[in-house]
């Protein structure tokens, strides 16, 4: 069930992200990022956008990690195509959100043409490498925008769990050590399937994909299941949701996160031919999403402050003068 927000609740929530009375979490966490639809494509595969957001761990480069400093704010990484021949791009939590480096510099309403403004000055300082101007000097057109300042076209919903420094060590050095080549396809190695690897890093075996509710497909939903699920379970990772809403303005507004066959019962323009069709089957497509498609989004879900999100727990940095060294942790080498 999506959450629904009117403008004036936005904008409470955003202006939330800067209260200094927020209550800060302790400790690292892991946290799925399902992020709505929007746009065309939005509408013709409603099923959105998975990342995968991590408060100790911070981007060293787009394509390198490590852990994070006090002051930072964390990494999303997720699995993009045509991103410079890239699998998977690591940005920080405030550029990816807002398409700025500061919290202070976060606008509490936009425009398209600041939108496209606020995108193309964080290009130009720090992604040329991935997005290059054009010929004639202008920013390039490709899916470099959704790296940058994806609050202002969606809501995105977190599934957050708690993480331990040896696991976030791990998936440093398991990502730091993977080859970074892209091979996105939307049905077998799309964006979930990108989060669901990741996420088992985390939580072994905790992702499954749903053969019959999904036809196999791994969708945003169907890891956010999964995740919800491996909470009930272990209460001992104390999963907990939230939601960023999308950032008040004249940007289109995006809608709510569907699986496949939710997609199906849902589309008039879908639904009403396969039933003229095969009504058999589309009672069953009926069936399925309602006995093993649904997912219940949380009503007492909190507003993401990213004034949380700040790192305040970080080992002491000391310096060699050539370079910056973390403390070694017990038990094996820092990343």
Known sequence: MRRQFTTGMIVVAVLALF???????????????????????GAFNPTGHAAVYLN????????????CRNGEYGVVI???????????????????LYAVNTVEEIPTTVDKAKVAELRDAYRRASLEELAPDTKTGEAPKGEWTQLVGASYDR??????AESTQEQDDR??????????????????????????????????HAIHRNYIADAGLTTPKQVARSMVKYGRKHPEVKMSAFVIPQVPGDMSRSHGVDGVAESLVKSKK????????????????????????????PKD??????????????PTVMSDGKRTLLPQPSGGPSN
């Open 19 to 41: 209260s200094p009375l927020a209550e800060r979490r302790a400790g690292a966490s892991v946290a799925l990022l399902m992020e709505e639809p929007y746009g065309d494509f």
């Open 56 to 67: 100790h761990v911070c981007a060293e480069t787009p394509t390198q990690l490590r852990r």
């Open 78 to 96: 997720s699995r993009y195509h045509k991103m410079d021949g890239y699998d998977w791009i690591a940005m920080p939590l405030i550029s990816y």
């Open 155 to 160: 809501t995105i919903h977190g599934f957050e």
């Open 171 to 204: 998936f440093i050095a398991y990502v730091n050590d993977t080859k970074n080549v892209g091979h996105f396809n939307l049905f077998f190695h799309n964006c979930a399937d990108f989060s669901r690897v990741m996420l088992d890093i985390y939580f072994p």
């Open 270 to 297: 879908y639904l009403i031919p396969l039933v003229v069709i095969n009504p058999e089957v589309t009672g069953g497509i009926v069936v399925v999403y309602l006995a093993d498609g649904r997912l219940k989004m």
């Open 301 to 314: 879900a909190r507003v993401f402050a990213v004034n949380d999100a700040e790192v305040t727990d970080a």
